[in-house]
């Protein structure tokens, strides 16, 4: 019953679109079989697709559909192409040092991708990291390069080898109802990583893993997050910034709706403690829930991993105007917000409006330094500004 009613759904769907061609990939030679390697049909697909003068679904039914890497080039005479996928597809369950990307999309307009699982099977590598053997960074999930014109609607993306979803050089980008999942000891497995790129919407999704659920790096502007739930993982992060000199700035981020669970961070920026010259501004954080997180708010401009390169220095990243309305609920630590600015480059604009923050049912702390900021309504932690 429940496989007739997802065809139902799938006539519907491509019925729905005036004129619009499919082109299923099990047609075309991939087997749901979890081994069979399904590159050429889906490579034959998007030929198709790309080339036509009307819109496409390519499809993938349910079942297990084995890829090995590969790429999808634009630009496309076609900018309708859709994805919809009611199956998994799998990875290969190895690592190579020759690949940095699983499935990539680079220089396309108008893509949507509906629906489906991803399989990263990360599993090896992130072993070889956890032995501190010397292993390769791993292969994203699914990445967009020099692209615009893109929704990524309901896809579920599990166990990746390095980050699950990267978006580059890219503008227009919509991610909704996603589910991102990898387990909390899998290392580098950012769910959403950001960069490069502008207007950037993700909504109403779910996202659990080992590093960031969603990390915003250099050249970042005009983001929308909503209606997220991230845990475990380390946080909503802006950086870390300020590693490369004359790196982009990032401008115009919104967060807001969010709410963390068991998470390492809360709602951060992290710049590297380098001179190296960049920008943060215009950052509103809002209406966030933290459950048990061990950095609510943070600031961090000594980031300097292993001590190696950057001890004794300042950060060059200038921070100003974040603003930080209605942020409540539990850490788990003593300092529930933590402002160590650069003493180079003080954080300045900063804003606290509605904060209650508590540490095992108690009044927690708030530590400042290098920073000037105002503080309005309730404010729990008194601010130390």
């Not at 979890?34 to 039914?61: E, H, M």
């Not at 959403?192 to 970042?220: E, N």
């Not at 990032?250 to 960049?278: A, H, M």
């Not at 001890?311 to 603003?323: A, E, L, T």
Request: with cysteine.
């Amino acid at each position: 019953m429940a496989q007739s009613m997802s065809f139902l759904i799938t006539l519907l769907f491509i019925s729905s679109t005036t004129a619009m061609a499919a082109f299923n990939i099990v047609n075309l030679g991939a087997k749901p079989d979890g081994q069979t390697d399904s590159a050429r049909p889906f490579l034959r697909a998007w030929a198709a697709a790309c080339r036509a003068n009307k819109p496409v679904t390519i499809y993938v039914p349910q079942g297990r559909f084995f890829l090995s890497p590969v790429e999808f080039l634009g630009p496309c005479k076609n900018k309708g192409i859709k994805f919809l996928i009611h199956g998994t597809i799998i990875a290969p369950a190895g690592y190579s040092s020759s690949m940095n990307w699983w499935i990539r999309f680079k220089n396309v307009d108008g893509l949507s991708i509906y629906q489906g699982t991803l399989d990263g099977r990360g599993q090896s590598l992130w072993a070889c990291k956890m032995a501190g053997r010397s292993c390769p960074f791993g292969a994203t999930s699914l990445s967009f390069s020099q692209s615009k014109n893109v929704l990524i609607s309901g896809l579920t993306s599990i166990n990746s080898k390095f980050y699950h979803l990267s978006i580059f050089g890219s503008s227009n980008v919509k991610i909704q109802g996603v589910k991102i999942t990898a387990p909390d000891a899998s290392p580098n497995t950012d769910g959403i990583h950001l960069q490069m790129s502008s207007g950037i919407t993700i909504k109403g999704s779910t996202i659990g893993t080992g590093d960031d659920c969603i990390a915003m790096k250099a050249g970042m502007t005009d983001v929308w997050i909503e209606k997220v739930r991230c845990g475990p993982g380390h946080g909503i992060s802006i950086g870390s910034l300020g590693d490369a000199a004359n790196e982009a700035g990032v401008q115009n981020i919104t967060v807001r709706s969010v709410v963390f669970t068991g998470t390492q961070n809360g709602v951060r920026i992290k710049t590297w403690g380098k001179p190296n010259k960049g920008s943060v501004n215009g950052v509103t954080f809002a209406n966030a829930i933290m459950q048990n997180v061990q950095n609510p708010i943070i600031i961090d401009q000594n980031y300097c991993p292993s001590n190696r390169n950057c001890p004794g220095q300042s950060s060059g990243v200038k921070i100003s105007r974040v603003s930080y309305t209605n942020i409540r609920g539990s850490s788990a630590t003593p300092v529930a917000v933590k402002f160590d600015c650069s003493p180079s480059n003080p954080c300045s604009g900063i804003g606290l409006k509605d904060i209650k923050l508590r540490y095992q049912n108690k009044r927690a702390q708030a530590f400042c330094k290098n920073v000037r900021g105002t503080a309005t309504g309730f404010i729990d932690p008194p601010s130390c500004f």
